[in-house]
């Protein structure tokens, strides 16, 4: 998978995807990831890239004009015209279900705001999906655009190693995880859970799907069939 992002900070993409299984995967050629700053597309001696809401209010709005050539610059650099997606509160909530249907996608091209917002006619005629990670408000779309290309990138085909899959985590069937117990055994006096020590199979395979529906049910019963808050 290919994954644009545009941004006016690019920096801030250097540490956070270049550890672990999202470093392995650009080193396997598995995830290609560009970084392009939209302050490269400024006309003007100044670099502007922004300017006042029209109506008045507070702050600044990034330009139509400038996003769109930046766009159409990152666009032409493969062949794939890739999904568009803009990270902002607007938008839907990220699932696990959209996580998977953009892991599908040959390339992602992922535009991150700054300031007050961009123009609305960037998300009209540009955007193809506007996605929320969560209802709150940040400074900027960087940080959920590292989210979402985190999240992704488990599920593109060869990521995690041949160990793990993400189809039997949690959430593939709807349920949070069981809670997981290591060595030693005992520890001040806080025990595992005696059925995981037990070497019984069947029981150990009853007491995690106990445990995932409990938890559920517990912290969020909204995941459980049946609750409409959906
Ligand atoms: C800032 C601001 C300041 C004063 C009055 C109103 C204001 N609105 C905003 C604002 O919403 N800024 C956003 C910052 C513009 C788009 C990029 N920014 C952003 C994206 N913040 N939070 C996100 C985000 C994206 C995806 N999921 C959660 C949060």
Not at 177 to 194: L, N
Request: glycine fraction near 10%.
């Amino acid at each position: 998978m290919r994954v644009d992002v545009l941004t006016l900070f690019p920096d801030a993409f250097v540490g956070p995807l270049d550890v672990s299984i999202i470093k392995r995967a650009r080193a396997d050629g598995l995830l290609e990831l560009a970084i392009h700053d939209i302050r490269e597309q400024a006309t003007d001696r100044h670099r502007t890239v922004d300017d006042y809401p029209f109506g008045g209010g507070q702050g600044m709005v990034l330009r139509v004009d400038i996003l769109d050539t930046a766009l159409q610059h990152v666009r032409g650099l493969a062949g794939e015209p890739g999904l568009v997606v803009y990270l902002s509160p607007q938008g839907e909530r990220l699932t696990d279900a959209i996580v998977r249907e953009l892991a599908q996608e040959e390339r992602l091209i992922l535009v991150c705001g700054r300031y007050e917002g961009v123009d609305e006619r960037f998300v009209e005629h540009c955007v193809d999906r506007e996605i929320s990670i969560g209802d709150y408000v940040l400074t900027g779309g960087e940080l959920p655009a590292m989210v979402l290309i985190d999240a992704v990138t488990r599920h593109v085909p060869g990521a995690l190693g041949d160990a793990a899959s993400p189809e039997e985590e949690s959430f593939a069937d709807g349920l949070l995880e069981h809670p997981q117990y290591t060595r030693p055994a005992e520890y001040r006096g806080w025990a595992v859970p005696e059925t995981l020590l037990s070497g019984h199979h069947a029981k150990i395979e009853q007491w995690k799907r106990e445990q995932r529906l409990a938890r559920t049910r517990e912290r969020r019963p909204d995941l459980l069939p049946g609750d409409d808050n959906s």
